[in-house]
């Protein structure tokens, strides 16, 4: 067991973290039977009581499972930030039914792998997506959507600035197999017996690696309670927190520490559909924000407001997050701010949210943390799977109970992703990194081949797969390019079919991958080629292109002569 970081853990904390043996509606369930009457949500100043809030649950689930969905069955759960994220979650949990989430931001070829690979025969849906995913109803096994409009749950007057989508007034849906939410509740169904255990699959969040499509991560109800329980009481927060709710939900950090986290709590998640910076530094004056999970383009526009230090943050007691290292300048003026660190942890769809936190009282900046409760981390040299040594850059691999059952589907490459140490299972992270004399891990680059795009992770394979759709597209490989504001972004470099050179612009194929896929994946540069480099054998020699464009950075960098 790796304990070398059992120095600088927290004095008031405990190494081991019994987590509860039961479904995560569970934790809804008590809440609402505790604090019946506080604010589960606060909504563009719509407050959502856990009594209200239940009560949505357990009519939605009664409707699902009298339209057919049965135990185990897969739900897409395809919409913004909003209260039907949360009821839609939870709803599908009382059914004992798995929740798919799925980024907003897919399209309708993303959609399509989803609801083959899941099998899913029911979609919850935001009413501005239906364009995506009511052409797929009777493709394939997909034969509802249950369509909801976020303005039914502005039930309350408000000065805030308003995104269009929670704007826009409620649409009956006209196409076939399309259910509105408000009809589905209506219904007045009511759920049978809620007879899932810990070990049942709760939650499918997509990742994907260097090869194929996106794939799905089997978490268990147990899996999932403990990334909630160990975020919480880490944090050391209370029934009396207030969470401002900025991450997506179908994302595992936003939908673990945003959402599941204060319903275990009974706190109350203070819920943005849409980022704006004016409206999150109102919402944490209006509603004495306590806790602020975030990414590092988040707090940078944040901090760009020239406006900024005249809001009240002083109820803030906790800001953090992960995805991308938070740059130190900019947690340098977060600090000055609020007076706060910015407390950075690790995770993957794959863990469910964080293996890593950095100890409140002595975090460090551009690091990973500190393995967690019941957590064994260790790195490896990749070559020969053997353990190594503080400082020495290997792969990060993890043992947990927030570790994944393995891929849906998929069993060679969930064999591939584990390998055992000491008799335990360890899950190969794919990320290099090393950890220092103290313990702390740090990320230095990544094994698998993935752009993360201000905390968006970009798979090229997906991508490349995606636009292979062009007809003027007879090659692609996608690699990534420095981007002062994401960090790193997408580029593709293309070889056009016979007779396209002329007919076609780099801007062609950059516009049409907008409209083809979600926008942190569309290509934001273009480059076409005669040919792409390949091995003797070949294969797509795509390491080559990306160093080709590394050392274009660094020549532009530093164009003084060698």
């Known amino acids: 067991m790796f304990n070398r970081h059992h120095a600088v853990w927290p004095e008031n904390l405990p190494r081991h973290l019994t987590v509860p043996a039961t479904s995560l509606f569970a934790n809804l369930e008590i809440a609402a039977r505790r604090y019946p009457d506080k604010a589960a949500i606060i909504y563009y100043d719509t407050l959502i009581t856990y009594r209200e809030l239940l009560q949505d649950v357990e009519r939605l689930?009664?409707?699902?499972?009298?339209?057919?969905?049965?135990?185990?069955?897969?739900?897409?759960?395809?919409?913004?930030?909003?209260?039907?994220?949360?009821?839609?979650?939870?709803?599908?949990?009382?059914?004992?039914?798995?929740?798919?989430?799925?980024?907003?931001?897919?399209?309708?070829?993303e959609l399509e792998h989803y609801l083959a690979d899941t099998g899913a025969e029911l979609c919850l849906c935001g009413q501005e997506l239906t364009g995506f995913i009511a052409p797929l109803v009777g493709a394939g096994r997909l034969r509802q959507v249950v369509v909801a409009a976020y303005s039914d749950y502005l039930r309350a007057p408000t000065d805030l600035e308003l995104p269009a989508e929670v704007e826009s007034v409620f649409e009956a849906p006209t196409f076939d197999g399309g259910v509105a939410w408000r009809d589905a509740l209506a219904a007045g169904c009511r759920p049978g017996p809620h007879d899932i255990g810990p070990d049942d699959l709760c939650v499918l969040p997509y990742s994907s690696g260097t090869t194929g499509a996106p794939k799905g991560c089997m978490h268990t109800h147990r899996s999932a309670m403990a990334?909630?329980?160990?975020?919480?009481?880490?944090?050391?927060?209370?029934?009396?927190?207030?969470?401002?709710?900025?991450?997506?939900?179908?994302?595992?950090?936003?939908?673990?520490?945003?959402?599941?986290?204060?319903?275990?709590?009974?706190?109350?998640?203070?819920?943005?559909?849409?980022?704006?910076?004016?409206?999150?530094?109102?919402?944490?004056?209006?509603?004495?924000?306590?806790?602020?999970?975030?990414?590092a383009t988040m707090a940078i526009d944040f901090l760009s407001d020239p406006d900024v230090e005249r809001y009240d943050l002083s109820s803030l007691r906790s800001i953090g997050g992960g995805g991308a290292a938070m740059p130190k300048a900019v947690e340098e003026k977060l600090r000055r701010?609020?007076?706060?660190?910015?407390?950075?942890?690790?995770?993957?769809?794959?863990?469910?949210?964080?293996?890593?936190?950095?100890?409140?009282?002595?975090?460090?900046?551009?690091?990973?943390?500190?393995?967690?409760?019941?957590?064994?981390?260790?790195?490896?040299?990749?070559?020969?799977?053997?353990?190594?040594?503080?400082?020495?850059?290997?792969?990060?691999?993890?043992?947990?109970?927030?570790?994944?059952?393995?891929?849906?589907?998929r069993p060679e490459e969930t064999a591939q992703a584990f390998i055992e140490l000491d008799g335990k299972r360890f899950f190969r992270t794919g990320d290099l990194g090393y950890y220092d004399e103290e313990g702390y891990f740090f990320m230095v680059d990544r094994v698998k081949r993935?752009?993360?795009?201000?905390?968006?992770?970009?798979?090229?394979?997906?991508?490349?797969?995606?636009?292979?759709?062009?007809?003027?597209?007879?090659?692609?490989c996608v690699i990534s390019t420095p981007d002062p504001k994401r960090g790193e972004t997408v580029k593709a470099c293309v070889v056009l079919r016979p007779g396209q050179a002329g007919q076609v612009s780099e801007q062609d194929i950059i516009d049409w991958c907008r409209n083809e896929m979600a926008a942190y994946k569309a290509p934001v540069y273009v480059e076409f080629r005669q040919a792409l480099p390949r091995s003797s054998t070949g294969k797509l020699m795509w390491r080559v292109l990306q160093e080709e464009e590394q050392q274009k950075h660094r020549r532009e960098a530093d164009p003084s002569p060698a």
């Open 337 to 409: 701010l609020t007076g706060l660190p910015y407390v950075e942890g690790y995770g993957l769809s794959e863990t469910i949210a964080a293996t890593h936190i950095n100890p409140v009282h002595r975090p460090k900046p551009q690091c990973l943390g500190i393995p967690v409760f019941d957590v064994d981390s260790r790195v490896i040299d990749v070559a020969t799977l053997e353990e190594v040594g503080p400082g020495e850059v290997g792969e990060i691999v993890s043992h947990g109970p927030q570790i994944f059952q393995g891929y849906w589907n």
């Open 61 to 109: 689930a009664g409707y699902l499972q009298r339209e057919g969905v049965k135990k185990g069955d897969r739900v897409l759960l395809y919409m913004q930030n909003a209260p039907q994220f949360t009821i839609g979650y939870y709803a599908i949990l009382r059914a004992n039914a798995v929740v798919v989430p799925v980024n907003p931001m897919n399209h309708s070829a």
């Open 450 to 476: 993935m752009i993360n795009a201000s905390g968006f992770k970009v798979w090229p394979s997906e991508v490349e797969s995606l636009m292979y759709r062009h007809p003027a597209i007879q090659e692609c």
């Open 227 to 295: 990334t909630i329980v160990h975020r919480v009481t880490w944090n050391q927060m209370t029934s009396e927190a207030v969470i401002l709710a900025t991450l997506p939900y179908f994302h595992v950090t936003g939908m673990q520490g945003a959402m599941s986290g204060p319903i275990y709590m009974g706190a109350t998640a203070v819920i943005m559909t849409r980022w704006n910076r004016q409206v999150a530094a109102k919402l944490i004056e209006r509603y004495r924000i306590t806790a602020w999970i975030n990414i």
